[in-house]
């Protein structure tokens, strides 16, 4: 079992920036970020595995950075140039193992954090 505790949502024009943060209650190897918007299916954003593999979202490339600290238990999510299209709820996840090659399978990620507001207005 892990609980994650997402922070740092919030409102911004385009072209702001905003940084998420994930935090674990045990030390948890792969985290990912997902988001939804309304009435839209949950989609991967980004991910970051073993030895710090990371994947990331056509949409998001070149915006998002995934990062992890050492510790292994807070993941954050950097996000930059942010769009319109980038408004959502965005969750934390994590999955029971980590495989050697990360990937966004939202089947695959069993604990899920509340979520946070990530809202971007034109």
């Not at 056509?58 to 993941?75: C, E």
Request: net charge positive; aromatic share 8%; with cysteine.
């Amino acid at each position: 079992q892990v609980q994650l505790v997402e922070s740092g949502g919030g409102s911004v024009q385009t072209g702001g920036s905003l940084t998420l943060s994930c935090a674990a209650s045990r030390i948890t190897y792969c985290m990912a970020w997902f988001r939804q918007a309304p009435g839209k299916e949950r989609e991967g954003v980004a991910i970051i595995g073993l030895r710090g593999a990371t994947l990331y979202a056509d949409s998001v490339k070149g915006r998002f950075t995934i990062s992890q600290d050492k510790n292994k238990r807070t993941a954050l999510l950097e996000m930059t140039n942010l769009k319109p299209e980038d408004t959502a709820m965005y969750y934390c996840a994590a999955r029971e193992s980590c495989p050697a090659i990360p990937d966004l399978t939202l089947e695959m990620h069993k604990y899920w954090g509340q979520g946070t507001q990530v809202t971007v207005s034109s």
